[in-house]
């Protein structure tokens, strides 16, 4: 599934976030990024294989900058 990416950095007691969205841009998945596990099985993704690697792939993201991935 390709999509679009963004991590936000928290402020203060706010933690990091990641927004997971669709090619159209709409957010599609909006999780904490300490615990991406339970935001993937949100928007579909409960495979380990995938969620794995959805993971390395949130682990490289840069704050504030939009990525484009297949996960």
Not at 1 to 22: E, F, N
């Amino acid at each position: 599934m390709k999509v679009y990416l963004l991590k936000t950095k928290g402020i203060g007691s706010i933690p990091d976030h990641i927004q997971v969205r669709a090619e159209d841009h709409s957010i599609i998945g909006y999780f904490k990024a300490s615990n991406p596990s339970s935001g993937l099985k949100e928007i579909g993704i409960a495979d380990p294989k995938r969620q794995e690697q959805a993971v390395a792939i949130f682990a490289g993201l840069e704050y504030g900058k939009i990525v484009s991935a297949n996960i």
